[in-house]
């Protein structure tokens, strides 16, 4: 486990923490993109799969929710594993559970998407707390917040890849086929991470015993720390409208606008390499100039104000304006993620990775929760202004509390 001093900051037991990791950095970041890109496989291919199907479109966003709501599970149980199997180990259940959710999808109908959707989220939790622990002994504590946010490029990279590449393969050979081709990368990153195991893995306490006191310690986290309790309920917020954009995005376009799947697949697209371009910087400015909390908070006014923006989307809009709420979303509610896991990793002490856990979880709440919403009222009403305002409601409140926060407070 890692140590602290006594504001908090970051301290290394290991002595060849001098920059950046770059060997596990590679590695968890392909987990994150391949894992991301499986879960946003259903969202983004929601019209095709719609259509064949005979089913309505906006039910895929359950299949969303249903991952992350298993995914709460798996985040609080993973460090707990980690501590007995090593790092390299659960990161290797992940992808196995990738190549069985890929598996199941593309053999069969809602029933079979279903049930892929709680074998992805049985592993999916564990992506952050492997990648925090992994990375925090090798991280130079100077550079923790732009390593955390190069790792969460994962994200939103799987989601360009996913948005880009997977309704071409579903035009031409059929979303099934879609599911199927991304089986092979996540069986190959399997075998790339066994050859780290027995270095990577050589920490591990195998005489650990599952499901004891230190199964709670994310949970203890929450209840002694008012800084845990308001980065928690800003991770559950934006997470829950990051999912909402990129859950409904394809949706909300080709029904209200002139875009045929294609073109909005590239929009959303580009909502993703905003996430991924304004990652690094975000971590960049909390290193340097401001703090994370800080800067947390000030992504939350922006998302709210854009989320208002996407409501209003009609076919009246020129595309220069819909790429533009774009990007601001996505620098915003998909770029938020990596400073997010930086600030739990600082604040949790030596439970950093029982820390970036609770941070998972309640990024999943949200994704569990608020996408859920956000289809029953579009569902309901037939307009998608009133979801977005609830939305923008949220996260605004959200970023005032962590404008005003003191970083230091316990």
């Not at 591990?204 to 800084?227: C, K, V």
């Not at 580009?270 to 994370?292: E, F, K, M, N």
């Not at 800080?294 to 208002?308: C, K, P, W």
């Amino acid at each position: 486990m890692m140590s602290s001093d006594r504001d908090g900051a970051p301290t290394v037991s290991e002595g060849h923490a001098v920059g950046i990791p770059y060997g596990p950095l590679i590695l968890t970041i392909a987990m994150q993109t391949l894992a991301t890109m499986a879960a946003f496989s259903a969202p983004t291919l929601a019209p095709k799969i719609a259509e064949d199907l005979g089913v309505d479109g906006h039910l895929i966003g359950f299949f969303v929710s249903t991952v992350y709501g298993i995914g709460i599970f798996s985040a609080l149980l993973s460090p707990d594993f980690i501590q007995k199997f090593g790092a390299v180990r659960v990161a290797q259940f992940v992808m196995l559970g990738v190549v069985a959710m890929l598996s199941i999808a593309g053999s069969g109908g809602m029933n079979a998407l279903a049930l892929c959707a709680v074998v992805l989220g049985i592993g999916y939790g564990a992506t952050a707390p492997v990648s925090t622990h992994l990375l925090i002994p090798r991280t130079n504590p100077k550079v923790l917040n732009l390593v955390f946010s190069i790792r969460q490029i994962g994200v939103p990279l799987g989601g360009v890849i996913g948005a880009l590449l997977l309704p071409i393969l579903a035009v031409k050979f059929g979303w099934r086929i879609a599911f199927w081709a991304q089986i092979l990368p996540a069986a190959l990153l399997i075998l790339m991470f066994q050859l780290y195991r027995k270095s990577w893995d050589k920490n591990r306490n195998t005489s650990h015993r599952l499901f004891r006191g230190e199964l709670w310690r994310p949970l203890y986290l929450l209840r002694d720390s008012a800084l845990m309790r308001l980065l928690a309920l800003a991770s559950f917020s934006y997470a829950g409208v990051q999912l909402c954009f990129i859950g409904f995005m394809a949706l909300h376009l080709t029904s209200r606008t002139d875009l045929d799947l294609i073109a909005a697949g590239q929009v959303l697209a580009l909502y993703q390499i905003a996430g991924v371009t304004s990652r690094p910087v975000w971590g960049w400015l909390a290193d340097r100039y401001i703090s994370s909390i800080r800067l947390l908070g000030l992504l939350g006014l922006v998302m709210g104000v854009t989320a208002i923006a996407a409501g209003q989307i009609s076919e009246n809009w020129s595309i220069w304006s819909v790429l533009l709420v774009a990007v601001a979303a996505g620098a915003t509610a998909s770029g938020f993620t990596g400073i997010a896991y930086g600030a739990f990793a600082t604040f949790g002490g030596q439970y950093r990775t029982e820390a970036t856990a609770l941070g998972s979880s309640a990024m999943f709440a949200g994704v569990l929760i608020l996408p859920t919403i956000f289809g029953l009222i579009v569902g309901d009403v037939a307009h998608y202004w009133q979801a977005y305002s609830l939305m923008a409601i949220i996260v605004f409140l959200t970023g005032i509390l962590l404008v005003v926060a003191k970083p230091s407070m316990d």
